[in-house]
């Protein structure tokens, strides 16, 4: 698959994924025309979203919740965790803290997912992590990160998954230029 192609794709899906359910079918008609393989591929993006089911949404008041409950931590910018050097921070929501990290044992950029210290006595949260994990690495499709590691550092939980530098689209990054 072509860069070009791989953005299309990322492009039509995420425009499709803000639609309403009722209005994609029609809109991915237009969208992908006669191409069959453009229309195949945006289908298996969906059926795997629906697979995924509700794993990467927090509902609003488990975010308030969260926020309400965090502690001032110290930044892990600069710090390890295990064999990886966090490098920046790219987003943080109800379930933890993604950063931008390097891998010192394969040389590699990854994204470090991490559930707060605050949450791991919380088995519910425990489980919603491990079960995210197990739900995307039983994932295969080009358009799917690879998730390389779950692992604890100290108290912290990770996920360690490849990085891919882009615009977000919910569960999918267009990857730039």
């Known amino acids: 698959m072509t860069p ?24 991915l008609n237009g969208a992908c025309g006669t191409d069959g393989d453009l ?17 990467f949404a927090v509902p609003a008041l488990e975010v308030a919740a969260g926020l309400l409950a965090q502690q001032k931590n110290p930044s892990l910018i600069g710090h390890s965790l295990s064999h990886y050097r966090v490098l920046s921070l790219i987003g943080a929501g109800g379930m933890g803290e993604v950063y931008l990290a390097q891998d010192a044992r394969l040389g ?3 994204a470090l997912k991490l559930l707060p210290a605050i949450f791991t006595s919380d088995r519910e949260r425990l489980r919603r992590f491990e079960q995210e994990a197990r739900s995307v690495s039983s994932l295969n499709h080009p358009n799917i990160l690879t998730i390389y590691e779950v692992g604890v550092a100290g108290e912290t939980l990770f ?8 615009r977000r689209c919910a569960n999918f990054c267009v990857a730039d230029g």
């Open 4 to 27: 070009e192609q791989h953005q299309q794709i990322g492009q039509i899906y995420c425009d499709a994924l803000e639609l309403e359910p009722a209005a994609r079918e029609a809109f």
């Open 39 to 55: 229309r195949r591929e945006i289908e298996s993006l969906f059926r795997a979203h629906d697979k995924a089911g509700d794993y």
């Open 108 to 110: 590699r950029k990854v």
């Open 159 to 166: 996920i360690a998954t490849e990085f891919i530098d882009g």
